[in-house]
């Protein structure tokens, strides 16, 4: 047997054990253990350079920044071939693809064996979440992708701090293996020649949640590939969140000050593409309010001994739907990117080495590359053909945005007021609409819908429900994970518990177009929600919840007409009735597995409407 030559060790006995398995499956060329250094750094963004996988932007626009095209047929999720092999079939429900682990495992081994040969295996140490933290949640991933730690030193703490931490803990961490799947050796040991994107057609992402383990295979892109992420922070973290008491939620989580300097914590689950990151940068448009981010897609809540729910960003930087942002809508995301450090994948380049997307700019640059490589023009774009992909990203360090709040650094959260469920509804659901309590609140998030975007594979504006904003997030049965969240709030006082809005800014009218500007103005429905937690603020009681009445919504200064506010706000009951048909249908799916307590909020709701 060749000896693989290795850079880096650990003294973590388990750790060496498994990455030494996972090299003799594997065959890779070289070891290499990720020290998070701006040196390795340095070396790992010149090798993708000249893989071709990187293009350097120019220095005077994007600083130490990258662009990077996937293969055209790894663009986003592929929730058809993700899967949680949990032990029992009954733990995975309905909305998981499932296999049994040994036999999904006897399928991957044979995929994994060989697949790094030629390639550098790279070992990445990870902690979600603060390594000061009580209970530092660790994480290892093993690649063959530098793409995927380029990216990963930039979503997660990495490197030497986190593995020293681990080794002095001999802690317990969650394994993460990933292989493009693309090895530079054939069965017959003849070269194969590398690509810029290397992946395969072959795809699998697959969670073993009593193991605390990933196996992710064929896939070079962000959520598929950085297992920090979805695969860890909440699907396998939602299993830990069930066992030890607490909540993985796919939530941002924004500080909001009043012109009277009161603080308020609020978190927001919405679907992918559906405004998490928006929100959690909003630019108030209200005088003397002001709003600082601390998280922009994943909240881990656990309660304090004052018996509030406290909640944290476990990330480390921003992983962000790149088309539709721009000075207009997100200032603040696009300061964070032009600090530079950042890596651009299947955005479209400009002719001075800056990169472009639909909705940055008003005007679209009179020549580009688009995210294939070819030229490209306005006129390309006549017949709606696009020059960046609607699920391009940015991966830009979360340190570098400057509305971050100073809380964010607090291993232990903030403590959370309110919790904000939406959706991308054309018709039906109201701009905003108050929970009368947690059981209601939680059948909100049970119900909650959303025309389907471009961040997962698949047809895009097809209505479908996605509790809690984690249909393809929850790492165990979706009606134990309702269960989950009722007897939360059944053990804990409610008085202390966070209120529970339903929010939609996509809205339509007859003419097609947005009811609600969106974007800033959405601090005027966080002004409401605000009021509505210190009491100080009415709303009318409908059929489905308490919902403002237009004088107690603050529009000063809104360019819009008492009808198109009082038409975002509406409670169509004709439309509500059509709904029910389809949350009984989505409820069906369920089985045994849905919580009675939300058959009575479904049952109270049809009695309301009569
Ligand atoms: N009309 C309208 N569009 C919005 C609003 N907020 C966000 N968007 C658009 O929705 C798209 C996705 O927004 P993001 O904030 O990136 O969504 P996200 O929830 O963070 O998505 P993931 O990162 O995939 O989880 C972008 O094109 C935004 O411009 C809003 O208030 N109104
Ligand atoms: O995970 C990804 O690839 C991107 C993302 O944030 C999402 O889809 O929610
Ligand atoms: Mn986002």
């Known amino acids: 047997m060749t000896t693989i030559s290795t850079r880096g060790t650990t003294r973590h006995t388990e750790l060496a054990q498994w990455v030494s398995e996972v090299a003799a499956l594997t065959t890779p060329d070289e070891v290499v253990w990720v020290t998070g250094s701006d040196e390795e750094i340095r ?54 693809n499932w296999m049994d682990p040994v036999q999904m495992k006897a399928t991957l081994e044979p995929l994994f064996a060989g697949s790094m040969a030629g390639r550098t295996m790279y070992v990445i140490p990870f902690v979600m ?42 802690a317990d961490y969650v394994k993460g293996l990933h292989s493009v799947g693309a090895p530079l050796r054939d069965g017959d040991g003849r070269v194969v020649a590398d690509v810029p994107w290397p992946c395969s057609e072959t795809k699998y992402i697959v969670h073993f949640p009593e193991e605390r383990a990933i196996w992710s295979y064929g896939s070079g892109y962000g959520g598929n590939a950085l297992l920090g992420k979805k695969c860890y922070a909440l699907r396998i973290a939602s299993v830990m969140a069930r066992d030890n008491g607490w909540m993985a ?21 919405f ?49 962000g739907v790149a088309p539709g942002t721009g000075y207009g809508t997100n200032p603040n995301a696009m300061h964070t990117i032009e600090a530079g450090h950042s890596i651009f994948t299947n955005v ?39 020059a960046a992909h609607p699920n391009s990203r940015f991966c830009t360090p979360i340190e570098q945005l400057p509305t971050l709040a100073q809380e964010y650094y607090e291993p232990n959260g903030v403590p959370i007021s309110a919790i904000l ?27 909650l819908s959303s025309e389907t975007t471009a961040a997962a594979t698949g047809a895009v504006g097809v209505v479908r429900r996605d509790p809690m904003a984690m249909l393809p997030f929850i790492g165990y049965n979706a009606g134990d994970y309702l269960g989950h969240w009722l007897s939360t709030g059944k053990q804990h006082d409610e008085s202390k518990m966070p209120k529970i809005f339903l929010v939609n800014w996509f809205r339509r009218g007859e003419d097609g177009s947005f ?53 975002a706000l509406a409670v169509d009951t004709e439309e509500w009735r059509e709904e029910l048909p389809l949350i009984r249908e989505w409820f069906d799916k369920f089985g045994d597995s849905l919580p009675q307590q939300l058959e009575d909020e479904f049952a109270t709701l049809q009695e309301r409407l009569g």
């Open 421 to 447: 469920f939406g959706g991308r509804r054309k018709t039906t659901v109201p701009l905003v609409t108050q929970a009368r309590d947690w059981q209601h609140g939680t059948f909100f998030g049970a119900t």
């Open 43 to 96: 070396e790992i963004n010149a090798l993708l350079v000249q893989a071709g996988t990187f293009v350097a932007l120019a220095e005077d626009k994007k600083p130490d920044s990258f662009y990077a095209a996937s293969d055209p047929d790894d663009v986003a999720r592929v929730e058809d071939r993700t899967y949680i092999c949990s032990a029992d079939e009954k733990d995975a429900g309905h909305t998981n």
């Open 348 to 386: 479209a380049r400009t002719d001075d080495g800056d990169v472009w997307w639909e909705g940055m700019t008003e005007e679209t640059p009179e020549h580009l590359i688009d995210w294939h490589g070819n030229d490209w023009t306005p006129a390309d774009g006549e017949d709606g053909t696009t």
């Open 129 to 170: 979440g603060h390594l000061e933290a009580d209970e530092p949640m660790f994480g290892v991933e093993i690649t063959d992708s530098a793409y995927v730690v380029a990216s990963m030193r930039i979503m997660a703490r990495v490197g030497a701090p986190v593995l020293e931490k681990m080794e002095e803990l001999e």
């Open 515 to 567: 009811l609600w500007p969106g974007f800033g103005e959405n601090a005027r429905v966080l002004k409401w929600v605000i009021d509505r937690l210190e009491d100080t603020v009415g709303a009318e009681e409908t059929p489905i919840g308490f919902i403002p009445r237009p004088e107690d919504l603050d529009v000063d200064g809104l360019d819009l007409t008492p009808e198109q506010v009082a038409a």
């Open 249 to 269: 939620e796919h939530m941002l989580i924004l500080k909001l000050t009043s012109p009277e300097g009161a603080v308020h914590y609020i978190a927001a689950a």
């Open 271 to 319: 679907p992918s593409a559906c405004g998490k990151t928006n929100l959690a940068m909003l630019e108030t448009t209200l005088p003397g309010w002001k709003a600082e981010t601390v998280g922009d897609d994943i909240a881990w809540m656990r309660f304090g001994e004052d018996g509030r729910l406290y909640a944290v960003n476990p990330e480390f930087g921003l992983f």
